[in-house]
């Protein structure tokens, strides 16, 4: 009841926020929120949305077995916001796109678009699926299966929750909320940290000495190139998903679409893209902590990194205050990345795949469709298992993301037009040609691809754009 309770007085104040934001509704307040939101509020709730429930579970537990490398990754990240800042939102703004995948029609012809659109479809929707099933699994285990609540059930009452406070304002519900959600998820992480501390009795400068002594506090590895910790795989890659999962997402760039002009936007995210490395830190030193912990009470650490974290807020080992704590976090972080993606895919579904952007009962149906497809997504995942968390979302990331940063990297960097029909084959046959890549490189060199798989698959997928290059037309030329 103490756990419900949270989740239910944290729902009426979403609730509350969203009803206030949102008096009125519209498909231009719903896609693209009048575009009058304050820079520095989007860039703040894009940090929850970005960091999602997933992040709240399994970052921590990293230190288990990647000890604090995943920073190498985070310092790509600075880089490719700054990529996607002045080289692909001035493109944005120049086309006043309400979807960022209208860029493709407009450069390389409608095959191209419905493609991209749809690998973004495919790609987003089951990323967010496992993020979000993540949380329901927590939430299962801690209190709907004692109350004899099945995974389905738990699933369609939380998501229910999310669009009623979202079916009115869309992206400017979303824009306020997430901001309130970070602020909650922020809060929660640093209490758990000092609550932690406390529990051991460290000062805040003995805890900086445990966790810089601690084995597991190596960030840099520059001596094996065979690694997939490697700092060069981890920061190029760093890089690279930045460009195709903020740069060439619907979902965070709708956000950053909402700024009133390009200048704004620039500035939410070159602001946001220091904000990152603090808030990882903050994960990754939390995840030594617990290990220390465990230690110095001669407790058996779990198997699995994503286990850590829960192993002791989510049992009440720590205190019910602390398990208090990491509930309304993991849903703030859960809420604040399901809302954004649900609203993106909606987004893209009534511009992109059937073209009726400003049919308003249309984009209603459509809301609810991806809803109930979303569900049916979180489900699936329970039922084909999910081990990978976070990695697995880097995975799938490679595979369904590499197409999509092929095609704008082609459309971007050349002036050449393509043969849009054969288009849709080389975004499915480069991702397949990945996958035997790794598979005959792990079984005749020992060597396993990583999060570079992503830029790999974009490569072949520009190679593959190349060699269907033809003469652009001049009007082409001039909106390049």
């Not at 894009?46 to 997933?54: E, F, H, Q, T």
């Amino acid at each position: 009841m103490f756990i419900l309770s949270i989740i239910a007085i944290y729902f009426i104040v979403l609730l509350v926020v969203g009803r206030l934001i949102a008096r009125t509704t519209s498909n231009d307040i719903f896609f693209r929120a009048e575009r009058k939101s304050p820079w520095y509020m989007v860039a703040f709730g894009m940090i929850g949305a970005s960091l999602s429930g997933v992040t709240f579970i399994s970052v921590p537990g990293m230190v288990m077995t990647q000890g604090m490398t995943y920073m190498q990754m985070c310092l790509g990240f600075i880089v490719g916001y700054f990529i996607v800042a002045y080289v692909l939102l001035p493109v944005y703004y120049k086309l006043n796109l309400t979807t960022i995948y209208s860029y493709l029609g407009t450069r390389l012809g409608k095959r191209s678009y419905t493609t991209g659109s749809a690998f973004f479809f495919l790609s987003k929707m089951t990323g967010a699926a496992v993020r979000f099933y993540v949380v329901c699994k927590l939430l299962q285990m801690c209190v709907f299966d004692a109350l004899g609540v099945p995974l389905p059930a738990t699933t369609v009452i939380l998501v229910m929750m999310i669009w009623l406070y979202t079916r009115r304002g869309g992206i400017k519900t979303i824009v306020w909320t997430d901001t309130l959600q970070t602020v909650i998820m922020f809060a929660t992480l640093v209490c758990i940290t000092l609550a932690l501390m406390n529990q051991m009795g460290m000062t805040i400068e003995e805890t900086v000495t445990a966790v810089a002594e601690h084995p597991a506090s190596r960030i840099f590895v520059f001596d094996d190139w065979m690694s997939k910790q490697n700092f060069w795989k981890q920061f190029l890659s760093g890089v690279f998903v930045v460009i195709v999962m903020t740069g060439l997402d619907q979902d965070m760039m709708q956000k950053s679409l909402t700024c009133p002009t390009l200048r704004d936007s620039q500035k939410n995210l070159c602001s946001y893209a220091f904000a990152f490395i603090p808030a990882n830190m903050l994960f990754l030193v939390l995840g030594i902590l617990l290990m220390i912990y465990a230690t110095s009470h001669g407790m058996t650490l779990p198997t699995r990194g994503d286990d850590l974290l829960p192993m002791f807020a989510a049992t009440g080992m720590l205190g019910k205050y602390v398990m208090g704590l990491f509930v309304i976090g993991i849903v703030a972080s859960a809420f604040s990345s399901a809302d954004s993606a649900l609203t993106a895919l909606t987004t893209s579904l009534c511009v992109d795949i059937f073209r009726k952007p400003d049919n308003e009962r249309f984009r209603i149906v459509a809301h609810i469709a991806v809803i109930a497809c979303f569900i049916l997504c979180v489900v699936a995942v329970d039922i084909i298992g999910a081990s990978s968390v976070i990695n697995a979302i880097y995975v799938l990331c490679g595979y369904t993301y590499g197409p999509l940063l092929g095609l704008f990297l082609f459309g971007i960097t050349t002036r050449y037009g393509v043969r849009d029909r054969y288009v849709p084959h080389v975004c499915i046959a480069a991702p397949l040609l990945c996958y035997a890549i790794d598979v005959f490189a792990q079984r005749h060199y020992g060597y396993a691809f990583g999060y570079e798989l992503l830029m790999l698959n974009g490569l072949l997928t520009f190679l593959g754009c190349f060699m269907l290059r033809k003469r652009a037309s001049a009007g082409t030329r001039q909106r390049t």
